[in-house]
Structure formats: structure tokens, C-alpha cells
């Protein structure tokens, strides 16, 4: 059974805006939301923990003048959607006038979605804990067999969401999503891989597992080099979770706020001539509602261009401040932000990881980063650790793991020094969402300090 | 089936008892339904989150929204193994369904057990408890909360250099009934407050911001309104402006290895990742290895690890005694009772936080109370409480007696390895402090080390008057991931030999 139907987000919006209109209110819009997701999740060689959670969600906003406010629930019976709508409407009257804040989209205005990107399996969200367990079971046996220990989840989950406005528009968007990642810990080092896809068929459990395992045994008796600048070869993880920190600055909001390391800048090859840089929601490899926050219909974005900065996203708002048309990047109304663009893909090169590997003398191998948070939000200077298989890569092949490094490395100067790509691909880590990204070799790469494994 | 919102000590006698009729009657139909199904032991939590948030921008209105959940997680041990199912259906159907669920994902577990689950004893517990809360902040009207952010959001774009201003508050109220196969039946209530503002000075090509009382969100506590009063929040925006603009004309904070002080509110951040995540039990064996990490403190360290200098005290306390924290409570998610556990004595590791599942492997008779969920939706895992360290005889005048040395100010940055040995941070701001007193301001401090050498080197803790029960409301952990409110206690301290700088080192 589907979490959610048209008829029922109508019947939905139809009650709600009764309760509206009875108060008095014409203008609101409604976010239905619903989620069904399971997490098997293994440590020590065992399942430890394995959950299930499903829920759903009614967001009301109502619109009154110049004047906005959210109420929300997860009780979707008849006396909470007219309390939803009587508390929105409560917390809109007292909300200070904003004189930039705009009607809600007609159909029209929200656009058209060119093609709405199918990104639902059935077969995953009917996947049940046995199929979760077995392939953990299968994984464990693959790690322990390298005589390491294992951690690590399979999760599938399936999710719905529809936004509905007094103005017409109506916009409705599922999906499924799978991932497994698994750490394979060995006596003095460890190795991570994980698989993150619309579909559970499209993820390999037992070759992820053999992949950390590898990782494990390779990088055992870790040698501890000296901090410094070193060329990486960073696996598509590491780069989505550092190259990922930066795109909240992409917003116009951001820029005009003078938060965003944008504001003020010359954009013009502010990256190396190799970095381009889309927003896609409809990339085959990406996820999420072809929709922003109002429903405007997202449009695809080429945010880099051979190291320039060209498209900026543009809620509604912003776009009409600037004169320009709104790209479908725009939160949830009210909110401070602005927009953010959330389907990044960074495009490839031509290298395999091993030829990039095999083109490095001496440097470093990165599997994954971990604690990566701001040191200087201008230079974006991001500090943090590598962690789970990171290797010493001399005559052009890894020759033995090493301590792991902090760094302390700007984005910015790390984007100029990009000297080779892999092919993009579905990237996910820990650090920021998942996004389409290839390996990258960097040069210069600043490590500051080293720690005790 | 739908439960009253509930307003806490502020609904009248007979709403409260209502609402605890439907609340305990959907727990115990939940814990029924399991209990049908051969189960050997389960829990039940049904929760009622309310929460309020208000924000503003440059003179705008920001967020401003309420939002309300209510649902029920279920866990069970079924042949030995462990299954949880939330779900925010409430019917009897709803709930059959889930314990249901529970049981089949128990039963999946087992396929990929080795031995079963055996948890520590606890006792049946009955309990009613709300959290201290003298002005309750939902009845405090919107048009005063925004009037007060406006007026400082106001005050802080007066300074022409500030170039953004914000300001935010937010309230939640949390009622959770817990039932276990045990007996017991607890009833708590929690409301927390939290308030802050920011000032961003953007010139040139550097970004500055100062926040009071402390970055991301400001101060947050197990309070009510009253919170927002004590923070005398408009007193202290002219000088937050004037600091963010001022730091634009500061000298860039030097490099080298030096004596550093850092304030209360850095000092509860240092405290929650070098100190609070190594001492979680399910961390130290392995539980959080795939994520979070694991940790450097491993089960042989203690009684054993001097993990810092003489006068370093550190507890873990989720009594309300040890004051009102984003860590206390009455009972923890799995029925055992708030205490008070010795983690560093006179400098010397002395305990964990652990489970009724994970007590027994360090040898301890039961637990110690420190599994918490974030909802209904989320497992219980070992969090947190309000791990403190303890203050110390000095004024602050003793502690800034040193002939060279740094003061740091409010968190900037925060990261550490996943097993807690490296750590770096950034503050706000910084001033150099020659002869006892601060001279020059600095900006862009950063400071890093490691977790037990810098431990071993502090020298001074300020004394009780200079310490502050600081809320970290935005603690990550777990899969699929929780993020939960942590408490920690502290008073600026003095630390010597420790590296500066390295977050702008080339």
C-alpha cells in the first residue's frame, strides 16, 4: 500500500482549507509528508540494533497579506488538521509584515517538470528484515574471514511528500532509497565503503564488505608520516563530504546577506578550469522532489563552468529582488536561508582510481573524512580528519597505511589544484547529503597535524 | 486515537490526569500487543513533542512556526535479540501492527546473533515528574517573544559595521509515558528554553560574527520562560556589535604553543567531545564504530588512565541537583533512575556511561542511567547527561595570571578523530593576555591537541561563580541518526603548552 495518494492529499488540502477559510484566511499552502523506513544496523559481527519507523507529516502555512507562519503535525485526523491551520494562522497575524513576501505560486508560475524523474522501487520498499539480516549475515562471514571485525547498516526506506496551494498548484513526489555502508576493524586499522542508490538491487553488500575488508588489511600496521602538504587522491566520499560544505554560499540569499564566500568576489576562474559543477534534480543519480519548498519546478543549474561561477539559485523571493526568474531552489517558507541547491553533481574526468594512483610518486590516499566543520568561512577553510584506510601512495601504488591526518585545507584552493578526475558517481558519506562526484587527485593538500592511529 | 496537547504543570489537575489515562492506556495496549507475541521482555514509549521557534533576520521576521509529534516506539527481545517498531498510527490496529513489526524484526536480528541479549536488573519504577519551569514560554504571547528579538536585532544593526543581525528563541515540551514488561509506569514532562543572537561583520575578504550567549542557538536549558529573563538578552548586544566589527581591525591570532584560557561556554564543548563521547560505553565497544566513531578509552583504562591533572573533577549527572540541563531528567528511556557518576576523580578515570545491556561488561550491578532517545521514533541509545567538570578555588583573576598567554571566547569551530585522541577548535574571538590582563584583541583563534596531554595540563578552574550549566541541544549520534540535547557544566580554565593556531597553519 502507498504511503500516500493524490485523492487523500486533496481531501487533505480540501478540509484544510475549509478550517482556512472559515477563519477568515484564503491564502495557504499545505506539506504532506510520509515515511516508512527500516534500519538493520551490526557491530561486533552481530546485528545490535534493527529498527523500523514509519510517519507522516502536515505542514500548513498560511498567508495573510504581507505576513507568513508554519504550523506543524504529525496527526493527520480532522481536529488536528483544523488545530494545524488555526495555529498557523494565530502565529501569521502576530508575524511582523515583510514587504518582500510574494503571493503563492499559481500553476503556472511554479513551471513546468520537464520530466518527472522516476525514482521509486518497489521492490525496496516491500524489502523486509530477513533480506536486511541475510545480507548483513553474508557481509559479517565476508569480514570476519579477513580476520577483522564489522559494523555497519542496511537501511531501505520508502518516502512521499505533496504540496498543495489555494492557488492551484499541486505537486506530488515518491521515492524509495537503500544504503549500506560497513567499517571492517582490524587490530591497528579499519576500512569503510558504502553504497547509497533508489534501488536495493543496485547495491552489492558483499562487495562493499570485501572492499572494507581490503581496506583493513592493507592499512595494518600504520606508519606515522610528518604533517605537511601532500598531492591526495581523495575517493569520491572524501570529495562529497568536503566539496559538499560549500554549497550553502551558493544562494543568493547568502550573497546578499554577505555570509556566502561568494559575496564580494571575483567568480570569474575562481576554480581550476577543470571544475564544473551542476545542480541537477533530474540526474539519474541523484535523489529528491524535482520541486523546491514553494513547488516552483527546480531548474538545472550550471554553477561552475570551467572554475567560473556562473548560475546562482533563486528562491522566489530573492529572484524577485534581483529581477530575475526563481531557479526552484527556495526552502520552506518562512525561513532565514533563502535557497540551497541540494542535487550537486560535479562532473568527472577520464582516469580510472588506479591510473590516478598510478600518476602520484609520492602522496597520500584518502577512503573517507570525518568531523569536518568551518574554520574560516570566507577562504572556507575546513578542518577535519581522514579516517578508515588512508595510505602512502609511492612510485604509484599504495605502500602501507598510515596514522590518520587533520587537516585544515581550503575549499577554494583545493578547487585550483585539482589535477586529475574518475569518472562521477553516486556518492555518499556522512559529512554533508549524498551527490554525484568523482575521485580527484589534489596537489598541495594541507595536513596539519597527526593522530595516534 | 488523539492525545490532548499537553501544557505541563500549566493544564489544570484534571486535563493532566486525562491526558495520562490515553497516554498510558496507548503505552500498555502497545506493551499488550507485544507481550501476546512471546516476547521476553519490552518497552514502550508513547511521546507528546510540542515545540515553538521564532526567528529573526535583519529586522524581519525569520522562522516562526510550531510543530507537535506524537507517537510510539516499541522494543522487544524476541529469542534473544533485539527488534524495535515506531509508529505514529495510535489505533489498536496501529499498535498491534507495530509490535508486530517489532517482533519479526526481532526474530530477523536473531539470524545474525551469536549470544542473547542479557540486560542488567532494574527495578519497577512508578513516577510522575515534571521539569522545574516557573514561567511557561507557550503562554508567554508571540508578540512579546518577537517584540524582544526585534528590539535586540534592532540594537545590533545600529552598529553601521554589522552587516547581519539575528536572533532566534525556542521552546519545546516533551511528555513521555514509559511501560515496560517490568511494571513500570513514568510519566515525564520536560520544557526546555533556548535563546540567542548573532552579529555578522562582513568587510573585505573576511566574514566576523559574535553571538551571546553562545554560538549556534545561544543558551538552552531545562527552563521555562524565565531563561529568557536571566540571559538579559538586549543588554549585551551593543557590545556583541561592536566585537564583531572591532575583530575586522584585530591581529590575526599567532601560531605557537602557548598558555590558553578558554571561556565557560568553550570549555563545555571541549568537555562534551573529549570527555562525554569517550566515556560512552556502547562507543568504547564497538556499538558506533561504522559512524560515530569509537574511543581511545578503552575498557582496561579504567581506574587506571590518569586522564588529567589533580584538579581536574568531571561527573556525569542527571539528577536535578546538579541543575537544570538539557541531561536531566528523572528516568533514562529505558526505566533506569537519574544518577550521578564519578568520571575523572582528582584526575584519575573513574567511570562510563552505560546501559542495563552494556553495565555487566565492565562489571557494574546495573545501570547508570544514561540511554536516551531523540522521539518516540528513535531507539535508546547511551547518550550524554550533563557531563560537567567540576569548578575549582580560583577567581578569574588567578586564572588569568600568567605573564603570556590566550583567552578564547565562544566556539567557531569544533572537530576531533573518531576515536576522541586529536582535537582542534575555533572560537570567535581571542585577546592576548600579558601580565594577568587582556591586551590586544585576536581574531580567527584556533587551538588542537590532544584529549588526555591537554587534560594533564590544566592548571586552574574557576570557582563556582564563574560556572555555567551550558546546554548542547544538537549532539549527533547513531543510525539512523539522533540528535539530542546534552548538558555540561563548566567555569573558565587554564591549560598550559597548547598549540595555537594550527587551523591557519600552512
Not at chain 1, 576500512?191 to 562493499?208: E, M, N, R, T
Not at chain 1, 548560475?311 to 532565514?336: F, K
Not at chain 2, 486515537?1 to 490526569?17: L, W
Amino acid at each position: 500500500m502507498s504511503l500516500l495518494c493524490h485523492d487523500e492529499c486533496q481531501r487533505i488540502f480540501d478540509q484544510a482549507h475549509r478550517a482556512a477559510r472559515a477563519a477568515g484566511v484564503d491564502d495557504i499552502e499545505i506539506y504532506i509528508g510520509a515515511n516508512a523506513t527500516a534500519l538493520t544496523r551490526f557491530a561486533n559481527n552481530v546485528i545490535h540494533q534493527n529498527v523500523a519507523e514509519r510517519d507522516r507529516m502536515l505542514s500548513v502555512r498560511a498567508l495573510i497579506g504581507q505576513r507568513t507562519a508554519r504550523a506543524t503535525t504529525n496527526r493527520i485526523d480532522d481536529d488536528s488538521i483544523r488545530r494545524a491551520v488555526e495555529q498557523a494562522i494565530t502565529l501569521t497575524r502576530v508575524a511582523e509584515p515583510d514587504p518582500a513576501l510574494l503571493p503563492m505560486p499559481t500553476a503556472g508560475e511554479a513551471g513546468e517538470i520537464p520530466v518527472a524523474p522516476s525514482r521509486f522501487d518497489a521492490s525496496t520498499a516491500a524489502a523486509t528484515p530477513e533480506q536486511r539480516a541475510l545480507a548483513v549475515k553474508e557481509a559479517i562471514g565476508i569480514v570476519e574471514a579477513a580476520s577483522a571485525t564489522t559494523a555497519g547498516i542496511f537501511e531501505t526506506g520508502e518516502e512521499a511528500e505533496a504540496l498543495l496551494n489555494s492557488r492551484g498548484l499541486f505537486r506530488f513526489h515518491t521515492e524509495t532509497s537503500a544504503r549500506f555502508s560497513i567499517t571492517a576493524t582490524a587490530r591497528d586499522s579499519s576500512g569503510w565503503a558504502k553504497g547509497s542508490a533508489v534501488s536495493a538491487g543496485a547495491i552489492d553488500p558483499a562487495a562493499l564488505a570485501r572492499s572494507a575488508a581490503d581496506k583493513a588489511r592493507l592499512s595494518a600496521v600504520p606508519r606515522e608520516l610528518p604533517p605537511g602538504r601532500y598531492t591526495v587522491v581523495l575517493e569520491p566520499a572524501a570529495v562529497l563530504d568536503l566539496v559538499g560544505q560549500i554549497f550553502a554560499d551558493f544562494s543568493a540569499t547568502a550573497i546578499l546577506d554577505q555570509r556566502s564566500f561568494l559575496t564580494g568576489r571575483d567568480l570569474a576562474g575562481l576554480f581550476g578550469e577543470n571544475v564544473v559543477i551542476h545542480d541537477d534534480a533530474y540526474h539519474p543519480l541523484q535523489a529528491g522532489a524535482p520541486f523546491d519548498g514553494e513547488g516552483v519546478a527546480r531548474r538545472k543549474l550550471r554553477l561552475v563552468d570551467r572554475g567560473t561561477v556562473e548560475d546562482i539559485p533563486y528562491s522566489r523571493a530573492s529572484a524577485r529582488r534581483a529581477g530575475v526568474a526563481a531557479t526552484g531552489h527556495g526552502l520552506a517558507l518562512p525561513n532565514e536561508t533563502g535557497e540551497m541547491p541540494t542535487n550537486i553533481v560535479i562532473a568527472g574526468g577520464s582516469s580510472t582510481l588506479d591510473e590516478m594512483i598510478a600518476a602520484v610518486d609520492r602522496g597520500i590516499l584518502v577512503t573517507r573524512l570525518w568531523y569536518i566543520r568551518e574554520v574560516d568561512p570566507f577562504e572556507k577553510i575546513m578542518t577535519g580528519m581522514t579516517r578508515d584506510g588512508t595510505f602512502l601512495i609511492e612510485g604509484g601504488r599504495p605502500v602501507h597505511g598510515i596514522r590518520n591526518f587533520r587537516f585544515n585545507q581550503s575549499v577554494v584552493e583545493m578547487l585550483r589544484n585539482v589535477v586529475a578526475m574518475s569518472a562521477a558517481v553516486r556518492a555518499s558519506g556522512e559529512e554533508a547529503f549524498d551527490l554525484v562526484a568523482p575521485a580527484m587527485t589534489v596537489a598541495n593538500f594541507n595536513f596539519t597535524e597527526v593522530t595516534r592511529f | 486515537m488523539v492525545i490532548p496537547a499537553s501544557s505541563g504543570q500549566f493544564e489544570s489537575a484534571n486535563t493532566r490526569a486525562r491526558t495520562l489515562v490515553v497516554m498510558k492506556d496507548i503505552a500498555l495496549r502497545a506493551l499488550d500487543a507485544a507481550l501476546a507475541r512471546g516476547v521476553s521482555y519490552a518497552d514502550v514509549r508513547v511521546e507528546h513533542a510540542r515545540e515553538r521557534a521564532l526567528g529573526t533576520k535583519n529586522g524581519q521576521t525569520g522562522r516562526l512556526g510550531s510543530s507537535e509529534s506524537t507517537g510510539a516506539g516499541l522494543r522487544v527481545i524476541v529469542d534473544g535479540a533485539w527488534g524495535f517498531a515506531a509508529t505514529d498510527d495510535l489505533s489498536p490496529t496501529g499498535l498491534s501492527a507495530a509490535a508486530e513489526q517489532a517482533v519479526a524484526i526481532a526474530r530477523a536480528s536473531a539470524l545474525a546473533a551469536r549470544a542473547p541479549v542479557l540486560l542488567a536488573p532494574e527495578e519497577k519504577h512508578e513516577c510522575v515528574w515534571e521539569s522545574p519551569c516557573t514561567t511557561d514560554p507557550f503562554s508567554v504571547s508571540i508578540e512579546e517573544q518577537l517584540a524582544l528579538l526585534l528590539a535586540i536585532d534592532s540594537e545590533l544593526r545600529r552598529n553601521p559595521g554589522v552587516t547581519l543581525a539575528e536572533t532566534n528563541m525556542n521552546f519545546t515540551r516533551t511528555r513521555q509515558v514509559f511501560v515496560s514488561s517490568l511494571g513500570s509506569v513514568i510519566d515525564q514532562t520536560r520544557t526546555t528554553s533556548q535563546a540567542g543572537f548573532e552579529a555578522w561583520a562582513f568587510k573585505g575578504s573576511e566574514i566576523q560574527k559574535r553571538s551571546y550567549p553562545n554560538s549556534f542557538g545561544g543558551q538552552c536549558q531545562l527552563k521555562g520562560y524565565e531563561l529568557v529573563h536571566e540571559l538579559a538578552l538586549a543588554d549585551h548586544a551593543p557590545r556583541i556589535a561592536e566585537e564583531a566589527v572591532a575583530l575586522h581591525s584585530a591581529d590575526q591570532c599567532p601560531e605557537g604553543t602557548l598558555p590558553l584560557i578558554v571561556d565557560s561556554s568553550q570549555l563545555a564543548l571541549q568537555i562534551h567531545e573529549s570527555i562525554g563521547h569517550p566515556i560512552e560505553l556502547d562507543r568504547v565497544l564497538g556499538s558506533e564504530a561504522n559512524y560515530a566513531g569509537m574511543s581511545f578509552l578503552t575498557v582496561d583504562k579504567l581506574n587506571t588512565l590518569r586522564y588529567g591533572s589533580d584538579i581536574v573533577n568531571a561527573v556525569a549527572d542527571a539528577r536535578l541537583e546538579h541543575g537544570p540541563g538539557l541531561g536531566t531528567f528523572m528516568f533514562d528511556d529505558e526505566g533506569s533512575p537519574a544518577q550521578r557518576i564519578d568520571v575523572i576523580r582528582d584526575g584519575q578515570f573513574t567511570g562510563y556511561l552505560a546501559s542495563r545491556e552494556t553495565a555487566p561488561v565492565i562489571g557494574l550491578a546495573r545501570s547508570n542511567g544514561a540511554m536516551r532517545a531523540a522521539g518516540w521514533s528513535r531507539l535508546p541509545l547511551i547518550r550524554m547527561t550533563n557531563v560537567s567538570v567540576l569548578p575549582g578555588p580560583h577567581t578569574l583573576d588567578e586564572v588569568f595570571d600568567v605573564d603570556r598567554g590566550i583567552y578564547m571566547e565562544t566556539n567557531r569551530s569544533w572537530s576531533i578523530d573518531d576515536k576522541r585522541f586529536n582535537f582542534q577548535f575555533g572560537c570567535e574571538i581571542a585577546w592576548e593576555i600579558r601580565d594577568g590582563r587582556r591586551a590586544r584583541m585576536l581574531r580567527n583563534p584556533t587551538y588542537s591537541g590532544i584529549t588526555t596531554e591537554f587534560w594533564n595540563s590544566c592548571e586552574r578552574i574557576a570557582n563556582r561563580e564563574n560556572w555555567t550549566l551550558w546546554g548542547v541541544p544538537n549532539c549527533g549520534k547513531g543510525q539512523p541518526e539522533q540528535v539530542m540535547g546534552t548538558g555540561h557544566g563548566a567555569s573558565p580554565a587554564r591549560f598550559r603548552n597548547v598549540r595555537i593556531g594550527g587551523g591557519y597553519g600552512k
